[in-house]
């Protein structure tokens, strides 16, 4: 399987503090997307790093890739409770479709 | 539309019924996905349309699904003969199909089967 695996499952911080997800995947890849989902709904794109990049900045989130590794990481800076959500990584190659992982559930407690 | 747009947002539906859900893109996205996500899990792919090109269907679960896309634009998917495991949030995303862009996801449709 393609599929992305995110680590941890579950993750909860203080709000203020910085939270850290990381994502694993299997085969090469064009790009890595993250995205946001809440209440289990629609899923909000967040920032995409091209296979080429190492490392992407948007606000307070910061992406890395480390394609010798396989590996993605998102940090979100200064959390706010209204970061509360679930992430998931996607990873995009050649095929028709992204595969993405099951996802980290992060709850920042005010 | 500013957005992708997915019809209903929610149904309950009996055993053995069929169910249509929709998705109308965003106007010019030549790619439409449909995912499936059921409770506290990934998401997992059913099928692909990319401009007028013959759809990947590789992830249809079973011949009980079905989608169209009429014109390039609005999709259907389709459910014949509801199970319970088909219970799961369906969720349709589209793209402009260009390298580098992320992808658009609608706010999906929760079907429940009873």
């Known amino acids: 399987s393609q599929q992305g695996e995110e680590d941890p499952q579950a993750l909860s911080i203080q709000e203020g503090e910085n939270a850290t997800m990381n994502c694993s995947y299997k085969?090469?890849?064009?790009?890595l997307q993250w995205y946001r989902q809440n209440s289990g709904r629609g899923l909000v794109h967040l920032i995409l790093?091209?296979?080429?990049?190492r490392e992407k900045h948007s606000g307070r989130l910061r992406v890395t890739l480390d394609t010798s590794k396989k590996s993605s990481s998102l940090l979100i800076t200064a959390s706010r409770a209204a970061d509360t959500a679930s992430y998931f990584c996607?990873?995009?190659?050649?095929?028709?479709?992204?595969?993405f992982g099951t996802g980290t559930s992060l709850t920042v407690i005010p | 539309g500013a957005g992708v747009s997915q019809s209903p947002s929610n149904k309950v539906t009996e055993k053995g019924k069929d169910v249509e859900l929709r998705c109308d893109p965003i106007?010019?996205?030549?790619?439409l996905y449909w995912y499936r996500q059921s409770l506290g899990q990934g998401l997992e792919f059913l099928i692909y349309?990319?401009?007028?090109?013959?759809?990947?269907k590789s992830g249809l679960p079973s011949d009980r699904f079905s989608a169209e896309r009429t014109g390039g634009s609005v999709s259907t998917l389709t459910i014949q003969r509801t199970q319970q495991e088909d219970s799961a949030v369906y969720l349709c995303a589209s793209n402009l199909k260009v390298e580098g862009y992320g992808y658009t996801f609608g706010s999906g449709t929760r079907l429940t089967v009873v």
């Open positions: 085969t090469s890849i064009n790009n």
């Open positions: 790093i091209r296979s080429n990049e």
């Open positions: 349309f990319q401009g007028n090109s013959a759809p990947d």
């Open positions: 996607a990873t995009d190659n050649t095929g028709n479709q992204f595969y």
């Open positions: 106007s010019g996205h030549t790619a």
